[in-house]
């Protein structure tokens, strides 16, 4: 596809934006995680577009093996958050700021 | 506006579209499932942009089994709705600047500056994104990388047993 | 004469450290045991300290029988700095030989004698347990009179010097709490002190000019030196000299340093006998008799030295007349007869000058003795007295037992006191064969021949000892007692009149030392002085002299002889002589003199620098005001503005400040994840910012 590369990283871009926003504005903990799960996805495409552009397999690679993580983390977050709402019967992360100082 | 342009403004719309409905939505089921549409755009794209391998992965794993796991477990926790009241009344719109500002720097990186990414990317070469050439890379190049990740991938699995066991039994 | 030089310890000469040692050890076993060995071992220590001492002597005196020119005995290095080397060496030829035996052996009488009245002297004043004290000083004073006699250098022979001025003050207040006021004794013994530091100042100014004339303080070299330099140094001699005068007549008391000796007599009686009479005294006529060489070299110092004398021998035999203190009459007659000695050396006679030196500590010490056996006596009749009356008596004014006035037919109730008095008075008077005729004679003699001016002087002052010593006779001794006490006195025991009667012996025989056809101590002298020409004997003088002497006697006789004085009564001279009489009986106001011209105003100065400059100018103002309160200003400044204020200020605040901050700091904590990631985002997004304008 010949688009210009600087295009799709301007998508990837407003995609992490997005997530950003999605970290910082909803309350519940499993959107949040999704957000970020967006994010990586953001800064997966750029990646995809940069081998492209560079023709190497490299970023391609390393997409790989992001996805790997993203999949490794998810699961241990997600447990996470089940212990916590074990304990706290709620998933509401304002709830959790025993942080509090 | 060539053919290529519309498809990707289109692709990229709707991957757009999909984010933010992932994140307006008040169900969260709802934006598990318009996150699920998110990545599948995102595959499509990853496909044009001549990394097959990679969008397989992608759908396989991102949005078939993350996602699936993240579908899991609102339907354990039963969060639907989110109560109470906003307690951060700033948090919004200082999310809201600080995106804006994001974009607008990246814009500036991407589109104003003197850097080389405006040109259009140049014609791939044979097998370029193939499963094949990707795996060969993998199991030359990046064979520790991959044994690692394995690792990680084991570890995970453990942590998340560990973490999600019921203490009750323990205490027998 | 070039001298043996012989280590100490090597012969019978290297023996002579030890007549220091002897009494040095006496006094250190009397310190540390005496008090606990009791009074009887204390006082054999001290006797045969010095008995000791007198052997060594001995030793010596026949060491130089076999070597008459002397040895210089080397004990120790002392001061080597530079050009001045003064090691301690003992000169040990027949001068200090002389004195040397005469010292000791006086001195182990008079120790023997002290044994036996300090025990009822400590008694009478209430302290017995003072009695090891007295031996100590007493052995002290023997030491350091040894050190002066055997110096081989002015220094040596000053730090004897001043040891005797120290141990004369610490006897004669050795009573300090008693006396006129509860202070009179110390009051005394502090007189004697700084009037003997007045010579000693002159002793010490002629240290410093023979050192910066001649480069030695060395007798043997400074004499050779000034021998050499001759006629050009005479300048400097003659200072030399009258400075060595100054420091003679502060220890012998002549003129003007005469005031000391009669207030010493407020120490107990030994120590007046011994020191001041028989060997401290005499330190000066010795001194100057040992720079002969430099007086001989100074006509000028030497007619200062005969007129300083005369004068004095004079002055005091006057005062003697006068006076009705037993004591001060002996004392006053010390003062005259070392005038007759000063002078005697000032004519260049120094073989008299000795000879009547020796002669005088024989009859001088009998006297002094004998007095302090008399008033004993009458002390203890006075006991007596007290218990057999009752009533009335009790009641009477404080008792002297000094006063000749209160005293009278004494030679009945103590027979020995009196016959060895007689001796000693008739010794002093110059009756022959006595000692003292040959010794007296021959200076009068001398005198005669030289300078008849002083010869005059000391004549007259001849005839007065002879008036005064009559007097004193038949008022303690003849009559009948005038008071309770002396009716009851008491004779004293062995161990007191035993030295007497040795005494008496002494004088009695004493005069064969220097007979005139054998003169003995002239050409035993002459080793060390040089051969002098003899004196030759002018049987005019003598005959002038005896017969002067006699009619002193009969006139004395005349006054208080023939009518013996009844209680109560005054002195006959009183009538005779008048406001004369009222002049010596104040000893020519010589003291209320010394009062008016330096020592009032000399209190006024010191009480001035005391009190206004020490006191108020100094302490008051400059330490309490100045220093003190601009100090405590400071300090309060320091403490309370600064140091509360300003670093208490900063530490409080400094915490404060951080309290403040914390306090503000701690609301970002908010516990909200949401808050954290906006916080995480800020800053990438403003790291990122400042890339891009970094660009």
């Not at chain 2, 639907?80 to 919004?92: F, M, N, P, T, V």
């Not at chain 3, 001061?79 to 040397?100: E, F, H, Q, R, Y």
């Not at chain 3, 309370?640 to 404060?656: K, Q, S, T």
Request: hydrophobic share 55%; net charge neutral; with cysteine.
């Amino acid at each position: 596809m010949n688009v210009p590369t600087s295009y799709v990283v301007g998508l990837s871009a407003l995609l992490f934006t997005l997530g950003v926003i999605g970290v910082l504005v909803r309350r519940n903990a499993i959107v949040v995680f999704m957000s970020v799960e967006l994010m990586l996805n953001a800064g997966n495409l750029a990646f995809i577009a940069f081998a492209r552009a560079s023709q190497s397999l490299g970023g391609q690679v390393f997409v790989f093996f992001t996805i790997a993580v993203a999949a490794a983390e998810v699961a241990v977050g997600l447990a996470l958050i089940v212990t916590i709402f074990k304990a706290k019967h709620s998933i509401d992360i304002d709830q959790m700021s025993s942080l509090k100082g | 506006m060539t053919p290529d342009l519309i498809l990707f403004l289109t692709l990229a719309a709707v991957a757009v579209a999909t984010a933010v409905g992932m994140l307006a939505s008040r169900n969260a089921v709802y934006s598990v499932l318009f996150l699920v549409m998110n990545f599948i755009t995102v595959a499509v794209l990853y496909l044009l942009l001549n990394a097959a391998f990679i969008a397989m992965v992608q759908v396989t794993v991102y949005a078939g089994a993350i996602m699936v796991l993240f579908l899991f477990v609102v339907m354990l926790l039963g969060a639907e709705r989110s109560a109470g009241d906003e307690r951060l009344r700033w948090q919004r719109p200082a999310a809201a600047v600080l995106g804006l500002t994001l974009l607008g720097e990246t814009g500036y990186v991407l589109f104003a500056g003197a850097t080389t990414s405006g040109g259009l990317p140049g014609a791939v070469v044979g097998d370029f994104g193939s499963p094949a050439a990707v795996g060969l890379m993998l199991f030359n190049d990046y064979l520790v990388p991959i044994e690692v990740a394995s690792l990680l991938l084991l570890v995970a699995m453990v942590g998340a047993i560990v973490l999600s066991r019921d203490d009750r039994k323990k205490a027998r | 004469m070039p001298l043996r030089e012989v280590a100490a310890g090597v012969g019978l000469f290297g023996s002579a450290a030890w007549i220091i040692a002897f009494p040095v050890l006496g006094l250190v076993l009397n310190l540390v045991l005496g008090r606990r060995l009791g009074e009887r071992f204390t006082g054999v220590v001290a006797s045969g300290a010095v008995a000791l001492s007198f052997g060594i002597a001995v030793l010596q005196f026949l060491a130089l029988r076999a070597a008459p020119e002397g040895a210089r005995v080397m004990v120790a290095d002392w001061i080597a700095i530079g050009s001045l080397s003064v090691p301690w060496a003992l000169k040990i030829d027949t001068l200090s030989v002389t004195m040397m035996l005469m010292v000791t052996g006086v001195s182990t009488l008079i120790h023997i004698y002290a044994a036996g009245y300090m025990h009822d002297d400590v008694r009478f004043q209430g302290d017995p347990g003072r009695y090891t004290r007295f031996f100590v000083y007493f052995n002290l004073f023997v030491a350091c009179m040894m050190i002066l006699v055997t110096g081989d250098s002015f220094l040596t022979l000053f730090v004897g010097w001043e040891g005797v001025g120290l141990c004369s003050y610490l006897l004669i207040g050795f009573w300090y709490e008693k006396g006129a006021g509860g202070i009179g004794n110390a009051l005394a013994g502090k007189k004697a002190f700084i009037t003997n530091r007045i010579g000693d100042f002159g002793f010490l100014i002629a240290m410093f000019l023979a050192f910066w004339a001649f480069g030695s303080l060395r007798f043997d070299e400074v004499f050779q030196r000034a021998e050499e330099a001759g006629p050009a140094a005479v300048g400097v001699i003659t200072g030399i000299t009258l400075f060595l005068l100054l420091g003679a007549a502060g220890k012998s008391a002549q003129l003007p340093l005469v005031v000391w000796l009669p207030d010493a007599m407020a120490g107990p009686t030994p120590v007046s006998a011994l020191i001041h009479a028989a060997t401290m005294v005499t330190a000066g006529v010795y001194m100057i008799v040992r720079n002969h060489v430099l007086f001989d070299l100074a006509p000028f110092s030497s007619n200062a030295v005969t007129w300083v004398g005369g004068l004095t021998a004079l002055f005091a035999a006057t005062v003697a007349v006068g006076q009705y203190d037993i004591k001060k009459v002996l004392a006053y007659s010390t003062i005259s007869q070392l005038g007759f000695m000063v002078a005697a050396a000032g004519l260049g006679a120094y073989v008299a000058a000795m000879f009547h030196l020796l002669t005088h500590a024989f009859f001088k010490a009998l006297l002094f003795l004998s007095a302090g056996s008399v008033i004993q006596g009458v002390e203890k009749g006075h006991q007596h007295a007290g218990e057999h009356a009752a009533g009335p008596d009790r009641h009477e004014a404080p008792f002297d037992p000094n006063d000749m006035r209160t005293m009278g037919g004494l030679r009945r109730r103590m027979p020995v006191t009196f016959w060895v008095y007689l001796i000693g008075a008739l010794a002093l008077a110059g009756i022959p064969p006595l000692a003292g005729f040959f010794s007296k004679d021959e200076i009068l003699a001398e005198a005669s021949r030289i300078h008849p001016a002083v010869y005059g002087l000391l004549t007259a002052a001849a005839f007065l000892t002879a008036f005064y010593m009559g007097r004193q006779i038949w008022l303690v001794f003849f009559g009948s007692p005038r008071s309770a006490p002396s009716a009851h006195a008491e004779e004293s025991r062995l161990v007191v009149t035993g030295p007497l009667v040795a005494l008496a012996g002494l004088a009695i025989l004493g005069g064969a030392l220097n007979l005139p056809g054998l003169p003995a101590l002239a050409s035993w002298l002459g080793r060390t002085l040089g051969e002098a020409e003899a004196a030759a004997f002018n049987p005019l003088v003598a005959l002038v002299s005896i017969l002067l002497a006699l009619v002193a006697i009969a006139a004395a006789w005349l006054l208080y002889g023939r009518r013996p004085l009844a209680e109560g009564e005054a002195d006959p001279l009183r009538r005779l002589l008048g406001p004369v009489f009222v002049g010596i009986q104040n000893k020519w106001w010589i003291d209320e003199f010394y009062d008016w011209l330096v020592v009032r105003r000399y209190v006024r100065l010191a009480a001035f620098l005391a009190e206004v400059i020490d006191g108020r100018f100094w302490h008051d103002w400059f330490h309490d005001t100045l220093m003190a309160r601009s100090f405590r200003m400071g300090t309060r400044w320091l403490a309370e503005a600064f140091d509360l204020r300003v670093i208490d200020g900063a530490a409080n605040g400094l915490a404060d400040l951080i309290k403040a901050a914390a306090g503000r700091l701690h609301r970002l904590q908010t516990g909200f994840v949401r808050n954290y990631a906006l916080a995480l985002f800020l800053g990438a997004v403003g790291l990122l910012a400042y890339f891009l304008l970094q660009r």
